[in-house]
């Protein structure tokens, strides 16, 4: 996921060099959105692991 909230990042910037304002807004708001969601899972991931290891 976070390699798909990269790739969105990359589109945004280049979109945004070439002066798309709309593709560069979309794009890195999906970007953004993604990269928040691989931030939840990654907590989560890691408490599951600790309260699985204590067990």
Known sequence: MLRWALSFFIIAVVAAVLG???????ASGIAQILFFIFLVLLVVSV?????????
């Open 20 to 26: 798309f304002g709309g593709v560069a807004g979309a």
């Open 47 to 55: 408490v599951m692991h600790l309260v699985r290891g204590r067990a």
